[in-house]
Structure formats: C-alpha cells, structure tokens
C-alpha cells in the first residue's frame, strides 16, 4: 500500500479559504483576500498535481477513511473518500480549471463592494465540488451535489440587490431542487435493493445482474431516476430552463460553475454509476435521446439570440447534451473527454467574453459590439482559439473529444440517428459560434463610446477606468485566457490512439466502444472524421456569409421566416409554458388553499375559534356569580335536586 | 283505623297547615308564629313515635328558645310587609306548582317503594336515661365538639351584633384592651 | 299502626316546602326560617328510622341537629343585624354589592 496520499486536504483546503474569508474578510484589504483565494484554491490544485504524480496506476483505485458518519441498522455511509482514474481526471480539471479562473476573478471582481464575498463563495463552491467528485458513496456526493446548487444559488445572485439576478438564483435552485427529487427516489431505490450507498458495494451487487432486455425492471428505475437528478444539475431537457437565466451571476461564475464543473457534476454521477446504466438498456436509451435532444434544441436556440452570454449558455447546454449522448451509446469515456476539453474551451469562452464585457464597459448585447478586434486582439485570440476549438477542427481539443463521441454513436447498434443529429448539432454549433465571434471582433463598432462612468445595460464594478474606446483586460485576467487557449489547443491530443480511453479501462472497463471500434473498419472512422471536419468548415462559411460578407442578409431571411424566427428567438416560449402549466396552478394553490384556506380558516381560525368559545363558554357562566343572593340559592337547589334525582334512581333500581 | 293513625293525621295536618302558611304570610311575624305551630306539632309527632325527650327538647329548645330568637329579632328589626315585585310574582308562579310536583313526586317514591310495615306507637322508647348513656359514651366526642361549636356560635354572634364604635380610635383602643 | 312511608312522606313534604320558602321569599328573616323548617322536616325522617330500625343513634343525631341549629341561628340572626345597619333593608334583593 502507498503511503496515505492526504486526499482529504484537496477539498478541505478551498472549505479552510471559504471560512478565513468569510469570517475576516469584511475587514481585511483587497489583497489580503485574493492572497487568501488564490492560496487556497491554488495549493488544492497542487495538492491534486501532488497526488497525480505520486500514485503509481497499481494502487488505484484508492479509499481513504476520515471519520464515521451514520451506522443505523444494516446501513452504513462515512466520510471517505475515492480515488480512481475518473475522480484522478475530474479532480485535476476541477482545481486547475478553478485555480485558473480564481486567478481571473482578482481582476475581473476587483472593484466589485463585495470583493471578499465573491471569493468566499467560489472557495465554498471548489469545496463541495471537490466533495462530490472524491466521495466514495452516494450519500457524501450527495452533499456536494446539493452543496453546489447552494454556491451556484449564492453565486448567481451575486448582486441580489438586483431583482432578475435574485429570481435567477431561486429558478436555479428550485429546478435543480426537481431533479435532486427523481435523484433522491433513485438513491432509496438503490438503498432498498443493496442496502448500501457506497460505489464498491453497490457495484459489486450490481455486477451479477444481466441486462434486462425486455420490460423494465428496478435497475431501469433507478437509471432513470438518477437521469432525472443529472438533467436538473446539468441542464438538459426538461430542467434545463435555469441555464441561460444563470447569466446574471458575473462571468467568472459562468465560466467555473455553469460550464467547467457543476454542470458536468451529472455527466460525473452517470459515468460513475454506468455499471447500473450498462445492465438498464432502457434507461440508456432514454439518457441518448434526451442528450442529443438538447443538443440539437439547444442549439437551434443560440443561433436567435443577441446576449454573448445566453449564446454561450445555451451553448454549454448543447454540448452538454453530447456528454450525454456519449454515456447514452455506452461511451462512457468519450462522454468524459468531451467533458474534459469542454472544460477548457467553454470556460476560456466565457472568460473571453467577460474580458469583451470589460473592454466595453458592460455591454453584452453583440448588436452593439463589432470591429473590436483591433481594440482587444489577445481577447480576439483566444477567443478565436476557443472557437475554432468547439466547432470541430482539428487539431484542437473540441475536434477530438467531438469527433470521438459522434464515432460512437455511428457505431453503436441504432446510433446512426444520433450520429445524424449530432452532425446537423455541429453545423449548428459551428455557425452560431463564428456569428458570435463575428459579430463581436468584425465589422465597426457600433458600441457607445465608454466613458469615466460609463455603464452598459449591465453595469458592474469594473468599468470605472474608462478611456473613451474599448481596451483591453489587464494581464491578470490575460494569463488564464493564454494558458486556457494553450490547453484548448493540445488538450485534445491526449484521445488521439485511444489513449484517453485506455486509461480509464480500469473504470469503466473495455465495454461497448471497443467491440463498437473493431467492429467497424478504419476508413469508416477517417470518413466520418472528414465530414465532421466539412460540416464545422460549412458552419463557418455560412456565418461569414451572414456576418460579414452580406450583412444585410441575416435581416432578410429572418423577416421572410418571421413566425418561425420569432419562435426561435423567444426560445419556444418554454418558459411562458412552465409559467401557465406549473408556476402558476402552483401560486394560484398555493394562496388560494394553502394560504387563505388551510393557514387562515384552519390554523388560524381553529386558534382565534379555540379563544373566542372559551370567552363565550365564561361569557354564559359568568351569570352564576351575580352577586345575587337569590340566584345562588335557586343554584344551590338545582343542584341539590339532581343529586337527590340520582339517589332516588339508584336506589329505585 | 287505630288511634295511633288519627293522632298521626291531625299532627300531620298541622305541620303541613303551618308550613304553607309560612309561604303564604307576607309579614315574617305571621310566618315566625306559624312555624312555632310547625314545631309544636312536631313535637306530638316525636311523642307517637316514642322519642319523649327529644320532644320536650324540641318544645324547649326549637319552640322555646330558637323561636323566640327569631321573634325577638324580627320586633327589633322592625321588618314590614314584603313587597310584591315583579320578581316575586313569578317565583310565586312556577314555585307553588314546584313545590307542589315535588312534594307528589316525593309522596309517589316514598308510598309505592318503601315498606309498609307500620312502626308502632311508642315503639323504640327514648328515655333520657338510655339516651344519656349512649350520648356519652358512644357520641362523647361529637358531644365536646358540639359545645366548642356553641361557645364559638355565642362568642361569633357577640362580636357580629355589637355595635359598631362611634370612632375607629374607640374600636382600637376596646381591641387593645 | 301507621307505615313507615307516612312519616318519610310527611317529612318530605315539609322538606319542600322548606326548600320552596328559601326559594320564593324576599325576606332574610323569613328565608332562614324556611332552612329551619328544612332541618325539622330531616329530623322527623331521623326520629322515624330510629323507632323502624330500633337503633337510638337517630335520635341522638336529632340532638345534634338540634344544637347545630341553634348555633346557625344565632350566629345568622347576629349577622343579619349587621347587615341591617349597613343596608337599612331585609330585603335579599338588595344585598347586593358583589353584583357587577
């Protein structure tokens, strides 16, 4: 056995940053805070760097025992912790893509009123991220899971002082709270048939178990329980709907928790429990449908609309719709690398454009950007970076991990449909993205001049230095950007030879991609390689077209589409759906039942009614104490009598 | 029909007689008086069933000396006729038919569920010397206890009929000394 | 030779027209001589089960009321004397200040 490898430290190194901060740091200076931050966050990723470096592939995977939690009966969960290839991969890109975008938010948050909180709660949200990854049951992940939804509520309702920003916060919490419901039944499910929550156990009860080809049986339930748990936390079809209204929180927030790692916590929780999915082929099934759904719903979304940060967001939903493809055809793997390099080029996206938001002093609708790639050209490199990145070209990351998963699902038995919709998705994909880098970098600047004040829409702490023009970030929120685009480049190069996938055999086993992957011939596979490549290359050339060879075209086409447009641009009126269908009855119930009725008449009512007849009952009795000497003696006989009635009665019988 | 039941009837005429002519009189003198005569015939009540001495303690001490207490108090106070209110004529109204099913609800219960055997005339005699070797030696503490209650009956009745003093000093200078 | 039930009967009677006097009147003298009517009409019912049961303890019990009755007397007469100098009134309607 290996020396103890102290994984307790990563997670409770960010909780010891949280607490410092949020206890001191009200009083303390700027820099005393994001020395605090960045230590903390910074030394947990070291920590992760350590402990990769020192395990040997032979000791994984690893528990570790901290203290003991509940004993009741036959059931057990403790503080303990799991450490294998697939925890050793998210815990990496959790503390180094947080680390990086901690480094990011000293400049971005720096004249914000409430520098202290924002770190305060970014460390809490890298410790319950940390919890869920290394737990070693469902319990413990359990806590992280909804430790995160909490970090993400506070986090997007940052600035509660703002009313959309504080209704994002609860929409965020209450949809995610729906899904924990599913994924909460899912977890008794698990419990009242293995009678533990811990992964090892669960798994090797589960193993034995065949795939239950026809009908549905519990493993199925189950599946789809926890399903209904990964859409909530990672917004996908039906509870995907607190996304793109998350954009209130600041970027930075968009870029760590709404597309690096809370939204992939259920890309996580599904690949970790894929020995339940594997012998549920039904529940499979639903997971691919729904991922490739999104994918492409989403994305039909993004092409409509006008804030750089919704596209992004809808665009995070889209791709996460692919993880979910990918664990939905068996490639649990694939799913895991697309999360990986998703990590990267999402989050250098959002933090792109929060350097564009910066540079213009708060604006974020791109209808008054344009042309600002002369003013901010590392943002512009990047950003194009990351671009090219998620629209497939190779050799970026996003070309790999993509292309992998829409390889998979050709090869997987009925996976041809997926494999199809994932392609039109990558067309989509790909020209929304070029329109949003476009619309942005090229063309003239039809922005309003920033000035010593100068607010946009949005307006936040930072753009009080203004110069008149847009300029660009300071090198403290340039660095993360560089060394993000550096690993959107080459991250992707780990898949090539399935190396990726080798390396996580321990866990998920050699499964279905492998017989998929000698099943079919290598040309197949070079071939679908080029059409993705001609698909990203068509996306391209069609928002060139639009944004600026012919600008005027867009215009054009989205007039003569007009109803059909305007459905799109009003996102298929899903939330006005939700509204009528469930927030409504349920308001309405609520004050009407629950309020007037059940509180008022029968709560409150009972209580005054309780006071109101003890009053009344003395009310009536109080005449016996008249004062009157008459009235006590006529008393006085009344009761004598009935006495004397029952003796003659008993006596009588 | 014996002697015995005549004297009863005509002793028993008299209470009732004397009874209702207390309800009825308006002036409490009348009343008082007719409650002697309640009390007289009662007296030849307990002598048919042979209770001699407390016959003669009833005529001595209820007629004799309760009574006149009563009297006693009534021609000090000076009370007059009552007056009819509305109040009175309503408790005459529903009392009288009362008082009237009551007493025949009574009579039924007695007459038709207790035995008719009869109790002779003079049958358990009372004379005072049997009653006097009970009195004290069975009901000897009842007795003491009876003659504290008297002495604190006179002293309670002393104190409550006494003039009040003229002034609050007076009143605290008699209970010093 | 006269039943037992003659005697309860008439004891009865008297008992309720006792209870009607205390009832039905105004007077506080004359309400207390209804209570005394009460208590003779429960001593001849006393003296009556003593001669039936041969048993002398109910006549003695009729001593006691007796004695009883007597203290009651005075010590109610006395108090009605003082009720009357405050009051200046028999009449129990009157007698009235614990009214609200």
Request: hydrophobic share 55%.
């Given at each position: 056995?290996?020396?103890?490898?102290?994984?307790?430290?990563?997670?409770?190194?960010?909780?010891?940053?949280?607490?410092?901060?949020?206890?001191?740091?009200?009083?303390?200076?700027?820099?005393?805070?994001?020395?605090?931050?960045?230590?903390?966050?910074?030394?947990?990723?070291?920590?992760?760097?350590?402990?990769?470096?020192?395990?040997?592939?032979?000791?994984?995977?690893?528990?570790?025992?901290?203290?003991?939690?509940?004993?009741?009966?036959?059931?057990?969960?403790?503080?303990?912790?799991?450490?294998?290839?697939?925890?050793?991969?998210?815990?990496?890109?959790?503390?180094?893509?947080?680390?990086?975008?901690?480094?990011?938010?000293?400049?971005?948050?720096?004249?914000?009123?409430?520098?202290?909180?924002?770190?305060?709660?970014?460390?809490?949200?890298?410790?319950?991220?940390?919890?869920?990854?290394?737990?070693?049951?469902?319990?413990?992940?359990?806590?992280?899971?909804?430790?995160?939804?909490?970090?993400?509520?506070?986090?997007?309702?940052?600035?509660?002082?703002?009313?959309?920003?504080?209704?994002?916060?609860?929409?965020?919490?209450?949809?995610?709270?729906?899904?924990?419901?599913?994924?909460?039944?899912?977890?008794?499910?698990?419990?009242?048939?293995?009678?533990?929550?811990?992964?090892?156990?669960?798994?090797?009860?589960?193993?034995?178990?065949?795939?239950?080809?026809?009908?549905?049986?519990?493993?199925?339930?189950?599946?789809?329980?926890?399903?209904?748990?990964?859409?909530?936390?990672?917004?996908?079809?039906?509870?995907?709907?607190?996304?793109?209204?998350?954009?209130?929180?600041?970027?930075?927030?968009?870029?760590?928790?709404?597309?690096?790692?809370?939204?992939?916590?259920?890309?996580?929780?599904?690949?970790?429990?894929?020995?339940?999915?594997?012998?549920?082929?039904?529940?499979?099934?639903?997971?691919?449908?729904?991922?490739?759904?999104?994918?492409?719903?989403?994305?039909?979304?993004?092409?409509?609309?006008?804030?750089?940060?919704?596209?992004?967001?809808?665009?995070?939903?889209?791709?996460?719709?692919?993880?979910?493809?990918?664990?939905?055809?068996?490639?649990?793997?694939?799913?895991?690398?697309?999360?990986?390099?998703?990590?990267?080029?999402?989050?250098?996206?959002?933090?792109?454009?929060?350097?564009?938001?910066?540079?213009?002093?708060?604006?974020?609708?791109?209808?008054?950007?344009?042309?600002?790639?002369?003013?901010?050209?590392?943002?512009?490199?990047?950003?194009?970076?990351?671009?090219?990145?998620?629209?497939?070209?190779?050799?970026?990351?996003?070309?790999?991990?993509?292309?992998?998963?829409?390889?998979?699902?050709?090869?997987?038995?009925?996976?041809?449909?997926?494999?199809?919709?994932?392609?039109?998705?990558?067309?989509?994909?790909?020209?929304?993205?070029?329109?949003?880098?476009?619309?942005?970098?090229?063309?003239?600047?039809?922005?309003?001049?920033?000035?010593?004040?100068?607010?946009?829409?949005?307006?936040?702490?930072?753009?009080?230095?203004?110069?008149?023009?847009?300029?660009?970030?300071?090198?403290?929120?340039?660095?993360?950007?560089?060394?993000?685009?550096?690993?959107?480049?080459?991250?992707?190069?780990?898949?090539?030879?399935?190396?990726?996938?080798?390396?996580?055999?321990?866990?998920?086993?050699?499964?279905?991609?492998?017989?998929?992957?000698?099943?079919?011939?290598?040309?197949?596979?070079?071939?679908?390689?080029?059409?993705?490549?001609?698909?990203?290359?068509?996306?391209?050339?069609?928002?060139?077209?639009?944004?600026?060879?012919?600008?005027?075209?867009?215009?054009?086409?989205?007039?003569?589409?007009?109803?059909?447009?305007?459905?799109?641009?009003?996102?298929?009126?899903?939330?006005?759906?939700?509204?009528?269908?469930?927030?409504?009855?349920?308001?309405?119930?609520?004050?009407?039942?629950?309020?007037?009725?059940?509180?008022?008449?029968?709560?409150?009512?009972?209580?005054?009614?309780?006071?109101?007849?003890?009053?009344?009952?003395?009310?009536?009795?109080?005449?016996?104490?008249?004062?009157?000497?008459?009235?006590?003696?006529?008393?006085?006989?009344?009761?004598?009598?009935?006495?004397?009635?029952?003796?003659?009665?008993?006596?009588?019988? | 029909?014996?002697?015995?039941?005549?004297?009863?009837?005509?002793?028993?005429?008299?209470?009732?007689?004397?009874?209702?002519?207390?309800?009825?009189?308006?002036?409490?003198?009348?009343?008082?008086?007719?409650?002697?005569?309640?009390?007289?015939?009662?007296?030849?009540?307990?002598?048919?069933?042979?209770?001699?001495?407390?016959?003669?303690?009833?005529?001595?001490?209820?007629?004799?000396?309760?009574?006149?207490?009563?009297?006693?108090?009534?021609?000090?106070?000076?009370?007059?006729?009552?007056?009819?209110?509305?109040?009175?004529?309503?408790?005459?109204?529903?009392?009288?038919?009362?008082?009237?099913?009551?007493?025949?609800?009574?009579?039924?219960?007695?007459?038709?569920?207790?035995?008719?055997?009869?109790?002779?005339?003079?049958?358990?005699?009372g004379d005072p010397r049997t009653l006097g070797q009970l009195l004290f030696h069975e009901f000897l503490l009842p007795f003491e206890i009876t003659s504290v209650?008297?002495?604190?009956?006179?002293?309670?009745?002393?104190?409550?009929?006494?003039?009040?003093?003229?002034?609050?000093?007076?009143?605290?200078?008699?209970?010093?000394? | 030779?006269?039943?037992?039930?003659?005697?309860?009967?008439?004891?009865?009677?008297?008992?309720?027209?006792?209870?009607?006097?205390?009832?039905?009147?105004?007077?506080?003298?004359?309400?207390?001589?209804?209570?005394?009517?009460?208590?003779?009409?429960?001593?001849?019912?006393?003296?009556?089960?003593?001669?039936?049961?041969?048993?002398?303890?109910?006549?003695?019990?009729?001593?006691?009321?007796?004695?009883?009755?007597?203290?009651?007397?005075?010590?109610?007469?006395?108090?009605?004397?003082?009720?009357?100098?405050?009051?200046?009134?028999?009449?129990?309607?009157?007698?009235?200040?614990?009214?609200?």
């Amino acid at each position: 056995m290996t020396s103890s490898l102290n994984l307790w430290l990563i997670p409770v190194l960010p909780l010891a940053g949280a607490a410092i901060n949020g206890l001191l740091g009200k009083r303390s200076s700027r820099t005393a805070v994001s020395i605090i931050g960045l230590f903390f966050s910074g030394a947990a990723f070291a920590w992760a760097l350590s402990v990769a470096w020192r395990v040997s592939p032979a000791a994984l995977p690893y528990p570790e025992y901290i203290a003991h939690w509940i004993r009741s009966g036959s059931f057990s969960a403790d503080f303990a912790l799991y450490l294998d290839q697939l925890s050793l991969i998210m815990l990496l890109v959790v503390t180094g893509v947080g680390f990086l975008i901690h480094i990011y938010s000293v400049g971005y948050m720096w004249d914000d009123p409430s520098y202290y909180r924002f770190f305060t709660y970014l460390n809490l949200f890298m410790f319950f991220m940390l919890t869920l990854v290394l737990a070693n049951n469902y319990l413990l992940m359990f806590i992280g899971w909804e430790g995160v939804g909490l970090a993400s509520y506070l986090l997007i309702g940052f600035w509660f002082t703002k009313d959309s920003a504080a209704s994002a916060g609860k929409k965020a919490f209450i949809v995610n709270r729906i899904g924990d419901f599913g994924f909460l039944i899912g977890l008794f499910l698990i419990i009242q048939h293995f009678h533990s929550l811990n992964f090892t156990q669960v798994f090797e009860q589960v193993r034995p178990y065949t795939a239950e080809a026809n009908g549905a049986g519990f493993l199925t339930a189950i599946g789809i329980l926890l399903m209904v748990g990964a859409c909530g936390k990672s917004a996908q079809i039906p509870l995907y709907v607190w996304l793109p209204d998350a954009m209130e929180g600041p970027t930075p927030v968009s870029a760590l928790i709404h597309a690096a790692t809370m939204v992939t916590a259920g890309v996580y929780m599904v690949s970790r429990s894929h020995m339940i999915f594997e012998r549920a082929p039904i529940a499979l099934t639903v997971v691919a449908v729904i991922g490739t759904l999104t994918a492409l719903f989403a994305a039909t979304i993004g092409i409509t609309q006008t804030d750089i940060k919704k596209v992004l967001a809808y665009s995070t939903v889209s791709q996460l719709g692919y993880m979910f493809m990918a664990c939905g055809v068996g490639a649990f793997s694939a799913g895991i690398f697309h999360l990986m390099t998703h990590a990267f080029f999402k989050g250098l996206l959002f933090l792109a454009a929060g350097s564009v938001i910066h540079a213009v002093g708060g604006e974020q609708d791109m209808r008054k950007m344009g042309g600002l790639r002369s003013y901010i050209p590392w943002t512009f490199l990047t950003m194009g970076i990351a671009t090219l990145a998620i629209a497939g070209f190779p050799p970026f990351a996003g070309f790999w991990s993509k292309d992998e998963i829409l390889w998979q699902a050709y090869s997987s038995p009925h996976g041809k449909v997926f494999w199809l919709i994932g392609l039109i998705t990558a067309f989509i994909t790909s020209f929304y993205m070029f329109r949003l880098l476009f619309m942005t970098f090229f063309g003239d600047y039809h922005g309003a001049q920033v000035d010593e004040h100068g607010h946009g829409s949005h307006g936040h702490g930072h753009d009080d230095h203004g110069h008149g023009e847009p300029h660009e970030s300071p090198m403290v929120m340039l660095a993360p950007l560089m060394i993000l685009a550096l690993l959107s480049v080459i991250g992707g190069l780990v898949g090539i030879g399935n190396r990726f996938e080798h390396f996580l055999e321990p866990v998920f086993g050699s499964g279905v991609s492998e017989a998929a992957g000698e099943a079919a011939s290598g040309f197949t596979e070079y071939l679908l390689m080029g059409i993705s490549v001609v698909v990203a290359l068509l996306g391209f050339g069609l928002a060139y077209l639009f944004y600026v060879s012919q600008p005027l075209l867009p215009q054009k086409i989205a007039a003569s589409l007009n109803g059909f447009y305007t459905t799109i641009l009003n996102k298929y009126y899903v939330d006005e759906i939700y509204a009528k269908l469930f927030v409504k009855p349920l308001l309405d119930g609520s004050t009407s039942i629950l309020w007037q009725g059940v509180d008022r008449k029968v709560i409150d009512d009972t209580v005054n009614n309780a006071a109101d007849g003890a009053r009344h009952v003395s009310d009536e009795v109080r005449h016996m104490q008249s004062g009157n000497l008459r009235s006590y003696a006529g008393w006085i006989a009344a009761g004598s009598a009935v006495v004397i009635a029952y003796m003659i009665w008993m006596g009588v019988r | 029909m014996s002697v015995h039941l005549v004297l009863f009837l005509a002793f028993g005429v008299v209470c009732i007689a004397g009874a209702i002519n207390l309800l009825a009189q308006t002036h409490p003198i009348n009343s008082a008086l007719s409650l002697i005569a309640v009390m007289a015939a009662l007296a030849g009540e307990y002598l048919l069933l042979g209770a001699e001495f407390v016959a003669a303690v009833q005529v001595i001490v209820y007629a004799g000396a309760i009574m006149v207490l009563f009297v006693f108090v009534i021609m000090l106070l000076n009370a007059g006729v009552e007056d009819r209110t509305k109040g009175s004529r309503i408790a005459v109204l529903f009392g009288v038919p009362g008082m009237l099913g009551g007493s025949i609800l009574i009579a039924w219960v007695m007459l038709h569920h207790s035995g008719t055997e009869a109790v002779a005339a003079g049958a358990l005699p009372g004379d005072p010397r049997t009653l006097g070797q009970l009195l004290f030696h069975e009901f000897l503490l009842p007795f003491e206890i009876t003659s504290v209650l008297i002495l604190i009956a006179i002293m309670g009745a002393v104190v409550l009929a006494s003039k009040p003093p003229s002034t609050p000093a007076a009143g605290l200078a008699r209970k010093v000394d | 030779m006269v039943p037992l039930s003659y005697y309860l009967v008439l004891s009865g009677i008297l008992f309720a027209c006792g209870v009607a006097g205390f009832l039905i009147k105004r007077n506080i003298i004359t309400i207390f001589m209804s209570i005394e009517l009460m208590l003779n009409g429960v001593n001849l019912s006393f003296v009556a089960f003593a001669a039936h049961w041969h048993a002398l303890a109910g006549q003695i019990f009729v001593f006691f009321v007796m004695v009883v009755a007597a203290a009651e007397a005075a010590v109610g007469l006395a108090i009605i004397i003082a009720v009357y100098r405050t009051r200046e009134t028999l009449n129990v309607d009157q007698v009235n200040l614990l009214k609200l």
